[in-house]
């Protein structure tokens, strides 16, 4: 079954309180309390700092059975290393800390700077340096990766063109693996302020179109600022309404007999 899944980046806002969560909720229960209101989260923090094994399975012994956490890569792999064979123990590492997380780890999201432009024998070299076992997705944050040759090289390797509304480099809404991986950062990709209404009854249609067609899809809310990110993605769940499933699970790369063709 194909799995729709909503949810935001990261949980650990100050502005949150009282809006989203309960005024007087303790900080130690946020995500419990926020596990009872989505079924994953994009782990924005492990991008500027590794977490330690024990944060790790907390956040995994803190959410139900069901639960996906989608792992956003360290900026020593995209920023620092940029994605060189420099990578290696760095990749490592977050594949010890993920496989951690068992069953409930999702899709690895690598966000590249704004300033690094377009190197397809630099992707096309790194790729292979990822564990095969899981999928990945790569939001670009400079308009020149949006060629033929980068979507075609993702689609080979059935790697996930990040839907993203960042205002550096807005997304093309190209399907490009047997998931699709959308990133909303807000009306003008400015992390701020919530959606209109037709904005989300679109992402909503497309949602369905490919969840029909038995494409897994993952949609985080980045427009932390004044809860509008958990505001924007209980209401696109409450469009998608019977189109939307929390059962099966499908965080893992399948193989290549199993994948979806690219027909929507």
Known sequence: MARI????????????RGAFFPSGLLIKHQLPYYATQFETTELNGVFYRTPTEAAVRSWRDQTGPDFVFAWKASKFITHWKRLSERSVNSIALMEGRMALLGDKAGPVLFQLPPHFEAN???????????????????????PSWYTPSIIRLLREANISLCLSDHHDAPAPWKRTADFVYVRGHGPGGRYKDNYPAAKLEEWARRVQAWSAHGIDV?????????????????????????????????SRRPSAEHRVPLTV
């Open 5 to 16: 899944v909503v949810g935001t980046s990261g949980w650990h806002y100050a502005s949150w």
């Open 120 to 142: 397809p024998d630099r992707l096309r070299s790194f790729l292979p340096l990822l564990p095969t076992h899981r999928r990945y997705s790569f939001e670009f944050r400079h």
């Open 218 to 250: 993952y949609v985080y809310f980045d427009n932390d600022q004044k809860s509008a990110a958990p505001a924007d993605a209980l209401r696109l769940r409450a469009m998608l309404g019977a189109g939307y499933s929390r059962s099966g699970r499908s």
